[in-house]
């Protein structure tokens, strides 16, 4: 497994951990932290074992962006220098076969909104606070956030925060569409691991199929997305999985998969 300074990548049983790790500095992003990011989740899309990642900050918080003490004190002088396709890290966290849970512990701001935003479901502890916050350092924003936020709430609510930034908290985030769940603070990693539990419960085929017909869904036309779906959906209709599925349920069971181990 590689090993990284800024942040921690682990894998189990069909289940990668990446965990931001600068909990001294809240999480916030370095360069090599973005490098780091896009480096494991490069290995994680070409993984077939990992069937759902889990995204999340080591600490009390999630990420809140750049790590502005780091750039102005002379640090970023010394950072490896970004790439375009380093960039890319949010369109890994979007674009992988593996389901990507983003699971929001503390302050999410700017470029770790983004990050949380690609992912395919975010979760968050009660207490969590949220900021765009791009315009109040100057800048215009950075992973795919026009992109993916006016996807998840819509293109006015989007524009609002990005256009007019400020703090809000999990329940508002949750309001507007933004959080698949809201736990409390006090049982939020144990709820957090009964949802992915429960994603990694589920056929390997299935849910890696869901997850590339939704991607399929974002730019194909209607009917050509008809047909890409509906080929899957007999193929795997026809499946071990989907039998072994049935009887399980007639029989009142959790269902054993035959494809257990592998994400296709």
Known sequence: MAEFETITYEVADGLARL?????????????????????ALSLAAEDDSIRVLLLTGAGHAFCPGADLGHF???????????????????????????????AIN??????GLGWALACDLRVATASAKFNVAF????????????WTL?????AAKARELYFL?????????AQIGLLARVF????????????VARLLAASPTALTAMKANFLAAEHMPFPDYLDFESERHLRIAA?????????????????KFPSRGRRR
């Open 165 to 173: 930034p400020g703090k809000f908290d999990a329940a508002a985030a």
């Open 184 to 195: 409390p603070d006090e049982s939020f990693r144990d709820d957090t691991e009964a949802l």
């Open 239 to 255: 499946s071990e999985d989907t039998a072994e599925a049935f009887r399980a349920f007639m029989e009142k069971r959790p269902p």
């Open 72 to 102: 102005t004190d002379g640090g970023g002088a010394t950072d490896e220098r970004l790439s375009p396709r380093h960039f890319r890290a949010a369109a890994l966290f979007h674009e992988i076969p593996a389901v990507t849970v983003a």
């Open 106 to 111: 503390g302050a999410c701001a700017g470029a």
């Open 135 to 146: 315009l109040d350092v100057a800048v215009a924003g950075d992973m795919g956030g026009p």
């Open 150 to 154: 006016t996807r998840l709430v819509g």
């Open 19 to 39: 965990t931001l790790n600068r909990p001294d500095r809240m999480n916030g992003m370095t360069n090599r932290m973005v490098r780091e990011t896009y480096d």
